[in-house]
């Protein structure tokens, strides 16, 4: 990672003093490729981390998975997810296991405490561990481990880059990217599973593509059907995308339909909008943020994505008042909750003349 490569993009303020700032990197494209705005380096390449898991999903829908095994919209959405390991999540989790033959024991994702702070708190004081089912990434490998047994193909070593689904899964996002797949740079994710990185503006073309395939001519058919399911399915029930009072959840309840929205780890964000989202006509825009430190307490990358979507008019004063408890602009407060600063966003984004 190139550290010019990303520009001051969020501050924070003691007084009338800037005292920490937080570098990033932004990329708007519709779904030719065309840049439509940009800030700092539109071309630096990251991880997408999880939000990458549409494009994770969609090989197994594109080849009938989801009729197949009379998926639920709220069960494509849960397999997008990083949810929040709710009771309810965990049920959808368990109702995709029972309808494709898999079982928990087959995940390869590891565990973790859900992260909705209630649920974990009462297993807590239960002392009850959790499984995978709770892990963020099940739904994502439930699909996977679903699609290897629907294709007669094995399933103990899934998430091998080389296994043949997670070589299809590599050729399906390179193009929906425009890319060779040479050109997609492979890690290891939290979760065990394959990981692509690319420059902020192929992952932004492949968000405008996923929200408007048939415009941006993705093919074959049964492609750009399944991204109109999964578009469809997640943002129908944001609920199964991430969880109560989760940023991306409340951001597509805003959205009314209108804003896909898929986190990932160490500060990306990956926002799709779909034609219409910015008035009669408009087009579909995929949009790819970095915060190039990772953001690790969350403070940046929801506060960037409102004035990112503040400035390109796809959320109205009234949206953004709704949304206040992520920013853009948020106070910042001492012990005491007495006002002693701001934090703000501090970029404008760049358009062609």
């Not at 399911?229 to 309840?253: K, W, Y």
């Amino acid at each position: 990672m190139d550290a010019a490569s990303y520009l001051p993009i969020f501050e924070l303020t003691r007084g009338n003093t800037v005292e920490s700032i937080h570098d990033g990197a932004i990329a708007v494209a519709d779904y030719s490729g065309n840049l439509v705005a940009w800030y700092a380096d539109p071309g630096v390449v990251t991880f997408l981390r999880s939000t990458a898991k549409p494009f994770q999903a969609l090989p197994f829908i594109e080849h009938g998975g989801q009729a197949a095994f009379n998926l639920t919209p709220r069960e494509v959405a849960l397999i997008c997810a990083s949810h929040s390991g709710t009771e309810e999540q965990v049920r959808v989790v368990q109702s995709i296991q029972a309808k494709t033959g898999v079982l928990e024991s087959d995940l390869l994702c590891g565990v973790h405490y859900p992260y909705h702070e209630p649920t974990a708190e009462g297993m807590r004081e239960r002392k009850e561990q959790p499984s995978p089912n709770q892990h963020n990434c099940s739904g994502k490998h439930t699909g996977m481990v679903a699609y290897a047994r629907w294709l007669g193909l094995p399933t103990a070593d899934y998430i091998n880059p080389l296994h043949p689904i997670q070589q299809e899964t590599l050729r399906t996002f390179a193009e929906m990217c425009d890319l060779r797949v040479e050109q997609v740079e492979i890690g290891i994710d939290g979760c065990s599973a394959p990981n692509f990185a690319v420059p902020l503006r192929h992952a932004a073309l492949a968000l405008a593509r996923l929200c408007d395939p048939v415009a941006g001519k993705v093919a074959p058919p049964e492609r750009a059907a399944a991204c109109q399911t999964i578009v469809s399915a997640m943002v129908s029930n944001p609920d199964m995308v991430g969880g109560p009072d989760r940023f991306d959840t409340r951001l597509m309840e805003v959205g009314n339909r209108r804003i896909l929205v898929k986190a990932g780890a160490e500060g990306y964000e990956g926002i799709g909008l779909l034609p219409g989202a910015l008035g009669p006509g408009s087009p579909a825009l995929g949009i790819a943020i970095k915060i190039s430190d990772g953001d690790s307490k969350s403070r940046a990358r929801p506060a960037v994505t409102l004035e990112v979507l503040r400035q390109l008019g796809a959320l109205s004063q009234p949206d953004l008042d709704i949304l206040a408890e992520f920013g853009p602009t948020s106070p910042v407060e001492n012990w005491r909750k007495i006002e002693v600063g701001q934090a703000r966003p501090c970029f404008q984004l760049k358009r062609e003349a």
